[in-house]
């Protein structure tokens, strides 16, 4: 039996110094408090048996290590420690590991030092397994193994049955099996593609010999075919000679007349150009004229309003002088009053000074000591009369301050009464000069309102002139442009005319040159009924010129030829590549007033293609109602043509008018004779005449803009004007309710100064009173002042005093009414210089503006005798122009007549060169063609017979043949023609036979027979391309013979590389899948036990359901492993949807059940319990007390009697006999069923924690 005995730790984190924890027995609970160090101990059991400190919530080995608080520098630990002891059947074993200095592990077994392999091959023979970790549960791994996926089971499965160990391994062979396995399939099939390669290449040498008969065949078939080509192109070549050589006859005869009417063309031009000249001479001197007349007429005009400005402001300005004459006097007249008035008061200020300097109380006064002494002397005796007789002198003096203060009101009202005389004054005189100002305002009003009639009668009559010439000129204008249009119709008609021409000629050459051009649209079409044209020919559009053509080919050639030739431009439509889409046929159907526009067209079935693709699926309507019904009621996506030409778009927009106003034309175009255009002519240069005059006259009127801008200013002059009399009369009426407010204030103002005298004068007798009665009362004690200062009475004094005061504030009066008069002469004297020197500058701007009126006056005189000098020339001119015109226009219609002549000639020979141009275009068009087919069959090697030359002499690119000049293109096809002659002796009669019918009977049997003979070509072509045979069949034989032995010798090696992976990944597989599956059928069946033991009751006796699903049975360890369990009179449910409880319940059955397949002598458990209820910490605690007490479970009511299965691996470690289990538990009813408790506590003294152990085997329950 090997049971854990105790744990000895030094320095292990929160353990300090050496301890002993233990002995443990069967069923040892430790307790403590929080924080004490139980898991601590936890980690020092984990640390001792192997397990890394990763686990051990640390980081690394260093932090295992106790640190204290208290320890000093000289105290650092640099070591610690654990041992476990270990009780066996032999004695007791120790297994030891330190973490050292350098933070690493050192382990040892009965102190003598192993490595770690040793160490954990020691641990194993006891079943303790570190990787493993069957002998302890970690707090938390409860929670964790009720809470992990079917996936994370198997892994753990397989880290307990060892079977995870041949992952690496089975991975690594089952990639080389999935290779070997490709490889092999690989060599299989090589080896059958090549098998098959074989069959095809040994059918291949049966067709080599059919294949060289056919090539033979071909051979001699090219050669007639190519004969047959080259006849054809001599007989054309010839033929092409012959037209040409008669071509040349005819342009030489054209030639000769056509030189002799350019002749007469140029000598007629040159007499027009002459005439022209002379006209433009004399038509440029008209427009200069003309142009000095308008030039000058605006420049008299602007000095004539000049002129006028002038005199008015020479007006204005005479008028602003008579002003200022009048204010200089008004002015002068003030400053002279206000002279005389200073004269006299400073006059009566001296008069004043020199009476007081004479007088007794200016001597007396004259020595300021005395002055000083004696006042003192009289303000001290008055204040102790005024102290003895205080109700009279109180009295005085309040009547003395109200007499000061009437005096101070009435010199105010005295001023103001001067200061309102004077502004009476001024008013008046404003109001004068408003009364003037007044009148001139009316004058001006007058004289502006007269200008303005004068001008506004102008505007009207030159308005009703200029209407009139507009209206004129419109007229004109229109006349003008209806001749212009006549006109341009004329040119458009004829030179669409000679674009018909010229069209019409180049498809005839077209149609000569190439067998396949069958005409334009319009000419293979035409409608039904009359009534149909213009829809047709709206319809047709731009493709009504298209040309029709056989094939794309044709197209291209007739293209080259357009661009070499310079001919113009053309639209073709080769009926082999048009691409025409289906026409729905229920369109046909879809109005009885409507039909497809390809039912009312007669052409031939051989174009309908090309017919189909230019009307589409437009339909004719018979009226515009019938169209907008199929286009917008019907939706029909088609375009709706009517009989007069609108047209309904797919899009919806209507178009029309514009192929009825062509046909207007095209009607009027019988109506035109050769002679309408010479009188159209005349009568545009007629029109242009008139229209110069007109314009002529309209210009020489004075422009309204001008006027209207005049009338504009009058009208803000007379406005202006209006304004300034309505602001003077303002003024006016302001100055004389100003002038009225003014007399009120001033009799008011004397009424209130009367009253104010009349209360001095009351007050000074009542104070005359007041006075007495204190002199008397006073006389007493002034009695010695008296007589000191040799005064009769003290009433001497006073007056003295007060006729002192008087004639001071007389004085200062005086000096004030000066210094105002003076301010008030220098303000007005200012004023004076200012309107003299406005008077001066007057007068300048007078002269100035005399200046200016005598200039003007010149300049009009000037230019009016220059703008009658202009009209007489102008005059002169214009009929010299008219003379001028009429040779000119005589000498036009001559050159004119000669001109149409030269055209006509001209026309002819350059359709007579043009056909020869295209002759010998066709000449050495057959030419290439003969030089094409004759290097074709040197490329291709066909050996056609020559009676003249060989094919050897034939270039074979045709970039080895320079022309550097025309004779060495000649000379080049005169090697072709004449020194490359086929032999035809053994050409079929049937193809020469064929060059000597009409050109269209010939051109449709040359093509049959050139499609007979591509049709039988391309059939042995056809033919020998289909059998394709190998010239190198039998070499090719014996490669692919070797290459298939090859392939079967490397398919056997690839099976037996196969078969061999195979075999050691089986074994593999089946080591794994064994050690798998006998751990989890252990658990599997004992899972169950388990689980009814944790949760069996009174009331349940039977206890839950638990059991164990392989989601892949095949190989279980790819897959994962399912978990379920149902408590007690509980349906089934997902392990997510368990109580906590439950699911601790379900994962310690779990754990009991994985810990019994390889059972190690102990079991630590921390805090597995956390999560339970009371119940069952009970059914836990019942459980672990017996199987610590105990080897064989309890029978079960319904199951086996057997004990708990222990692991079916026949293996030499021993099995214990019963459990020991070390629980970390804080719950009561747990421990308290315990053998023995060892209880954890914090020395907080020594900052470390210890132990105390209680054995309970002496205490019964």
């Known amino acids: 039996m090997v049971q854990l005995e105790r744990i000895e730790v030094e320095n292990f984190k929160s353990y300090k110094g050496k301890q002993t924890i233990g002995p443990f027995t069967s069923f040892t609970a430790v307790i403590g408090p929080n924080g004490s160090g139980k898991s601590n101990l936890m980690d020092a059991i984990s640390f001792v048996l192997g397990v890394q400190s990763s686990q051990l919530r640390s980081t690394q080995l260093k932090d295992l290590i106790y640190r204290g608080p208290k320890s000093g520098a000289n105290q650092i630990i640099r070591r610690a420690s654990a041992a476990a002891i270990l009780s066996t059947e032999a004695g007791e074993i120790s297994f030891k590991r330190t973490v050292t200095a350098a933070g690493s592990s050192e382990y040892s077994i009965n102190n003598k030092i192993v490595n770690f392999q040793e160490y954990t091959a020691h641990l194993s023979k006891y079943n303790i397994l570190t990787k493993a970790k069957n002998f302890l549960v970690f707090q938390g791994d409860v929670e964790a193994i009720a809470s992990q996926s079917p996936i994370e089971l198997t892994r753990l499965i397989e880290t307990i049955s060892g ?148 005199e008015k402001k020479k007006s204005n300005l005479i008028s602003s002088s008579e002003k200022l004459q009048d204010d200089t006097q008004r002015q002068k007249d003030v400053i002279v009053a206000l002279e005389s008035e200073l004269n006299q008061i400073k006059k009566a200020n001296a008069k004043n000074e020199e009476d ?175 009534k149909y044209e213009l829809a047709a020919l709206v319809t047709l559009g731009k493709f009504a010129d298209a040309i029709v053509v056989d094939s794309q080919k044709t197209a291209i050639e007739c293209i080259q030829y357009l661009r070499e030739q310079r001919a113009g431009n053309a639209t073709f439509l080769p009926l082999d590549s048009l691409v025409v889409k289906p026409l729905n046929e229920s369109f046909r159907r879809a109005h009885s007033g409507a039909r497809l526009v390809l039912d009312i067209l007669e052409y031939n079935t051989k174009y309908e293609r090309a017919i189909a693709f230019v009307c589409g699926s437009n339909m004719v309507c018979d009226s515009i109602e019938i169209a907008r019904t199929l286009c917008y009621d019907q939706k029909l996506s088609v375009k709706a043509i009517t009989l007069d030409g609108v047209v309904i778009h797919k899009s919806g927009n209507i178009t029309g008018g514009n192929f009825a106003e062509t046909g207007l034309i095209s009607n009027n175009l019988a109506k035109w004779e050769r002679g309408n255009t010479e009188k159209l002519i005349k009568s545009r240069d007629d029109l242009t005449q008139k229209l110069t005059e007109v314009s002529k006259n309209k210009n020489t009127l004075a422009p309204i803009e001008s006027l209207q801008s005049q009338l504009a200013e009058l009208d803000s002059n007379f406005l202006a004007a209006q304004d300034n009399l309505v602001r003077t009369k303002r003024w006016i009426e302001t100055y004389e309710l100003e002038d009225k407010d003014l007399n009120k204030q001033l009799s008011s103002s004397e009424k209130t100064l009367t009253e104010y005298q009349l209360q001095v004068e009351n007050l000074e007798i009542l104070l005359e009173k007041v006075s007495q009665k204190l002199n008397k009362a006073s006389e007493p004690l ?274 037996r590389a196969a078969k061999d992976v195979y075999s050691r990944f089986s074994r593999v597989k089946q080591n794994r899948l064994e050690l798998f599956n006998s751990m989890f059928q252990h658990i599997s069946s004992v899972i169950d036990k388990f689980y009814k033991i944790l949760t069996k ?102 199951s086996e009697d057997s004990e708990v299965p222990q692991s079916k691996k026949t293996t030499d470690k021993s099995k214990p006999d019963n459990f020991q289990f070390i629980v970390i538990s804080l719950k009561q009813k747990l421990y308290e069923k315990a053998s023995s408790l060892v209880g954890v506590y914090r020395d907080q003294t020594l900052n470390s924690s210890n132990t105390l152990n209680l054995s309970l085997s002496d205490y019964p329950e």
Not at 884 to 895: A, F, H, M
Not at 971 to 999: G, M, V
């Open 782 to 1055: 002034f009695r010695d002042f008296c007589k000191n200062y040799n005064f009769s009475s003290v009433s001497e004094f006073e007056t003295l005093i007060k006729i002192k005061n008087k004639a001071s504030k007389k004085k200062i009066e005086f000096s004030n009414h000066v210094s105002r008069l003076e301010n008030q002469l220098q303000f007005e004297k200012e004023q004076l210089e200012s309107i003299a020197f406005d008077i001066e500058r007057t007068k300048q701007l007078i002269n100035q503006n005399n200046s200016e009126l005598i200039s003007s006056q010149t300049k009009i005189r000037i230019l009016e005798e220059e703008l009658s000098k202009i009209l007489v020339d102008l005059k002169s001119e214009n009929n010299n122009f008219l003379t001028k015109q009429t040779k000119y226009q005589s000498e036009t219609s001559n050159l004119n007549t000669l001109r149409k002549e030269y055209v006509e000639l001209s026309s002819a020979l350059e359709l007579a060169n043009r056909m020869k141009s295209s002759k010998e275009t066709e000449l050495s068009k057959a030419i290439d063609n003969k030089l094409t087919i004759l290097r074709k069959c040197r490329l291709e090697s066909i050996e056609i017979p020559f009676s003249v030359g060989s094919l050897s002499s034939v270039p074979i690119s045709l970039a080895s043949v320079a022309y550097t000049s025309t004779e060495d293109k000649a000379q080049f096809d005169n090697l072709i023609i004449n020194e490359l002659k086929p032999n035809y002796t053994t050409l079929p009669s049937a193809a020469k036979s064929n060059n000597k019918k009409d050109e269209n009977q010939q051109n449709n049997d040359v093509d049959s027979l050139e499609k007979g003979y591509e049709s039988r070509i391309d059939t042995l072509k056809l033919e020998l391309m289909s059998m394709a045979p190998s010239s190198y069949a039998q070499e090719k034989l014996n490669t692919l013979q070797r290459k298939l032995n090859e392939s079967d010798s490397e398919f056997l090696n690839c099976r």
């Open 1097 to 1198: 009751s009174n009331n349940f006796p039977i206890g839950g359901t638990a059991y164990l699903n392989l989601e892949n049975t095949e190989e279980p360890y790819l897959s994962g492993v399912k978990y379920h369990a149902m408590p007690p009179l509980k349906r089934f449910r997902d392990m997510d949807h368990l109580s906590g409880g439950e699911k601790t319940v379900a994962a310690i059955s779990l754990l009991f059940a994985l810990q019994s397949f390889v059972p190690s002598p102990f079991f630590v458990l921390d805090e597995v319990d956390a999560a339970l209820d009371l119940t069952n910490v009970i059914q836990l605690a019942n459980y672990l007390k017996l199987r610590s007490s105990q080897v064989a479970l309890p029978p079960l009511q319904r």
């Open 356 to 530: 007081w300097l004479s007088s007794k109380e200016a001597k007396m006064f004259s020595d300021s000591t005395f002055e000083a002494k004696i006042t003192a002397d009289y303000n001290k005796i008055k204040s102790s009369i005024e102290f003895q007789s205080k109700s009279d002198s109180i009295n005085q003096k309040e009547i003395i301050e109200k007499i000061a203060s009437l005096e101070l009101k009435i010199n105010t009202l005295l001023d103001r009464k001067e200061e309102l005389s004077k502004k009476i004054k001024e008013k008046q005189d404003q109001k004068l000069s408003n009364n003037k100002q007044l009148q001139e305002d009316l004058n001006r009003l007058e004289d502006a309102n007269s200008e303005k009639k004068v001008i506004e009668d102008k505007i009207n009559s030159n308005s009703a002139k200029y209407e009139k010439y507009l209206s004129k000129e419109f007229e004109l204008n229109e006349k003008l442009g209806l001749v212009l249009k006549q006109i341009s119709q004329v040119k458009a008609i004829e030179m669409e005319s000679k674009k018909e021409r010229k069209n019409a000629e180049i498809l005839a050459v077209l149609k000569r040159l190439f067998q396949n051009v069958y005409g334009r649209i319009s000419e293979l079409c035409k409608p039904t009924q009359r």
């Open 163 to 310: 079977s995870g160990e041949y992952r690496a391994e089975y991975e690594k062979l089952k990639y080389e099996e999935q290779v070997a396995a490709e490889q092999s399939n690989l060599s299989f099939l090589k080896k059958r593609a090549i098998a098959s390669e074989l069959k095809t290449v040994m059918s291949q040498k049966k067709e080599l010999d059919e294949y060289n008969k056919k090539k033979e065949e071909l051979s001699l078939l090219n050669i007639e075919y190519m004969l047959a080509k080259l006849y054809k192109v001599d007989t054309q070549i010839q033929q092409t000679k012959n037209d040409i050589d008669d071509y040349q006859d005819q342009l030489n005869d054209m030639l000769s007349k056509t030189q002799s009417s350019d002749k007469n063309v140029l000598s007629q031009r040159k007499s027009q150009a002459k005439a022209f000249k002379e006209l433009s001479k004399a038509d440029k001197q008209v427009k200069f004229l003309e142009i000095s007349l308008e030039e000058k007429q605006p420049v008299l005009l602007g000095l004539n309003e000049t002129l006028a400005l002038t």
